[in-house]
Structures are given as structure tokens and as C-alpha cells.
């Protein structure tokens, strides 16, 4: 399967604190995504790093990407309780006429 | 602008009947996707249309399952004689015209097959 794998599976931090979580996938890929999902919702797309980038920031996000370990890696600032969602990692395959695969996402819970 | 948009919000069906899952995608947009999601799990690909094309159907069921993108009017995804199994939360999504970009995700039609 080239499903990716998110890690840790859940996150439990209080408010203010960072919130790291990572993403690991097994072959070449032309981006990644990361989505967020807020129970009983559809996703919405946090942001997006192609292959030949390293990092990005989207407001209090931060993504990195290591071509090299295949992973990534996506830190929350100074988290807040309405982060408190699941977040899921999304790879663009090479070759893979554009279907993204997703992986089984990393349940985060910001105490206020 | 709406966003991708989905209907039902949630469909009971009793086992043997058709599910129909309807998904507008956003204005602009050629490309949809469906996916399905089982509760604590992650989205599994299912199909990827363009208007009257189906591109990657590789996610689907062989049989049973179906979908659409006609010139006019919503994708649909059909599910004929439905069993428990396939009681999930559909989703669909969508991309404007160059592919690998982020995808726009409506609120998903949750299924429940009794």
C-alpha cells in the first residue's frame, strides 16, 4: 500500500503549546497536503509543499518536507482549542494521475 | 462563491435498496472526486471524474458501485443494493483545471445501510 502514515496517532497538549505531527510516506511524490477535519465534517485544506520545497509557513503552520526520509512534518504555534481537530497528511504520487492518497490522520486535542 | 456541495447530509437505506449521493462541485471546477471514509479511519479514493469522462475509477467496488459527471448537472455516485458494509460517510471533492492542486472537500453524505 502507499498509503502514508501519520505519527503520533493522537496529541493531547494544553493551550499555548506547539503541536508537532508527522507524516511518512514510501515512494517519490510531486507534493504533499495537509488537510484538517473537524468532527462530522468534510476536510479543509491547511496547505500544500511540492517535492523540490523544504519548508513552508501558513500562519501559525509550519510544514517541512525531507525528500530525502520521505517524511514531513507539520507544527502547529501556539495552539488554540478550536485546533482541536483531526489532521490528515495527503501525497501526490508521481505518476499517480493526480489521486491523492491519504493517510489515517492524528486526532489533536488542545485543552483550553 | 459556494463552496462543493453535497446532498444528502446524511441517507438511511435498508439493505437491497439504491443510495444515490449527489456533489456540485465548486464554480469553476472540472474535476471531482469521491472518496469514502469508515469511522476512525482515513479517506480511501474511490473515482475521479471530469464532465462525461470517468479519468480513475481504480477505488472502486467492481460491482455494485457507480458514477457519473454528466455535461449538465451534479456528479452522482450510485450505490445499488446496498448491504451494512457500506455504511460510511462519502465525500466529495473538487479541483479546478490543473490536477494535483489542492482539493475543495464538501461535507460528506453519511451513509447508514440497515
Known amino acids: 500500500s502507499q498509503q502514508g502514515e501519520e505519527d503520533p496517532q493522537a496529541l493531547s497538549i494544553q493551550e499555548g503549546e506547539n503541536a508537532t505531527m508527522n507524516c511518512s510516506y514510501k515512494t517519490s511524490i510531486n507534493n504533499l497536503q495537509w488537510y484538517r477535519q473537524n468532527s462530522g465534517r468534510g476536510l479543509v485544506h491547511l496547505i500544500l509543499?511540492?517535492?523540490?520545497?523544504r519548508e513552508k509557513h501558513s500562519g501559525r503552520l509550519r510544514v517541512t518536507l525531507d525528500t530525502s526520509k520521505k517524511s514531513s512534518s507539520l507544527l502547529i504555534t501556539a495552539s488554540r482549542a478550536a485546533d482541536t481537530a483531526s489532521y490528515f497528511c495527503a501525497t501526490l504520487y508521481t505518476g499517480a494521475n493526480s489521486k491523492l492518497t491519504f493517510g489515517k490522520g492524528i486526532t489533536l486535542s488542545v485543552r483550553p | 462563491n459556494a463552496g462543493v456541495m453535497q446532498n444528502p447530509r446524511h441517507l438511511v437505506r435498508r439493505r437491497g435498496q439504491e443510495a444515490r449521493l449527489r456533489c456540485s462541485p465548486m464554480?469553476?471546477?472540472?474535476?471531482v472526486y469521491w472518496y469514502r471514509q469508515l469511522p476512525e479511519e482515513g479517506l480511501k479514493f474511490m473515482v475521479y471524474l471530469q464532465k462525461e469522462n470517468i479519468i480513475d475509477e481504480s477505488g472502486m467496488p467492481k460491482e455494485r458501485f457507480s458514477a457519473e459527471f454528466p455535461k449538465e448537472g451534479p456528479s452522482i455516485l450510485r450505490i445499488q443494493q446496498v448491504v451494512r458494509g457500506d455504511s460510511a460517510a462519502y465525500f466529495c471533492?473538487?479541483?479546478?483545471?490543473?490536477?494535483?492542486?489542492?482539493?475543495?472537500f464538501g461535507p460528506g453524505t453519511r451513509l447508514t445501510v440497515t
Open positions: 471533492a473538487s479541483s479546478p483545471d490543473f490536477v494535483g492542486n489542492e482539493q475543495y
Open positions: 464554480k469553476g471546477h472540472s474535476h
Open positions: 509543499i511540492r517535492s523540490n520545497e
